[in-house]
């Protein structure tokens, strides 16, 4: 099986992104999680609490992957970079397709030899964002079934100014 990558912001990791992670992990016996540094919107969360939250949260839910890396500039040349064959990336509704086919066409342009793979999440966080989680959870709303108990707790800390 050909070596992937799973790049995201994770401005935060959520349950959605862990499901894709444990899809992902069946299929491709490499597989690692990506980060990007300086995601073009702006994050709630500094590179450096995504980056720990990914891992906790994967240690948290016994994922095992590869590895986390993190990334600045190109996806693609991170991926040619770490010999890897495919970019996965979660399909959640019908309003990522547009946003996906788009970066998917632009990174074979740039990359003829890496393939786009999409895997379609589970029914239950196919409304899930990091975006939304991020609102509900300033708003006072309980997130605990969207996100590790790990991330609760640091955008807790957040929304509470305590960090
Ligand atoms: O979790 P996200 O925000 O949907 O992830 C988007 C990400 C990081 C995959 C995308 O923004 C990206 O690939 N950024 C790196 C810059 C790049 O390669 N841009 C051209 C591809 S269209």
């Known amino acids: 099986m050909p070596k992937a990558l799973y790049p995201g912001s994770f401005d935060p990791i959520t349950y959605g992104h862990l499901d894709i992670i444990e899809r992902a992990e069946k299929i491709f016996d490499d597989l690692m999680v990506g980060i990007v540094e300086n995601p073009r919107k702006e994050t709630l969360l500094s590179f450096n609490e995504r980056k720990e939250l990914v891992k906790k949260s ?11 890396i993190t990334f600045s500039g190109l996806l693609v040349n991170c991926a040619k970079q770490h010999n890897r064959e495919s970019i996965v990336r979660g399909l959640r509704a019908n309003s990522d397709f547009e946003y996906e086919f788009q970066m ?3 990174n074979r342009d740039l990359a003829p030899e890496i393939e786009s793979v999409f895997l379609m999440t589970a029914g239950e966080y196919s409304f899930l964002s990091s975006s939304i ?30 960090d």
């Open 58 to 68: 994967l240690e948290g839910e016994n994922i095992q992957v590869s590895s986390v």
């Open 104 to 106: 998917a066409l632009t």
């Open 133 to 162: 989680v991020k609102e509900v959870k300033e708003l006072g709303g309980d997130v605990s079934s969207f996100v590790p108990g790990v991330v609760e707790r640091k955008l807790a800390r957040k929304f509470s100014s305590a």
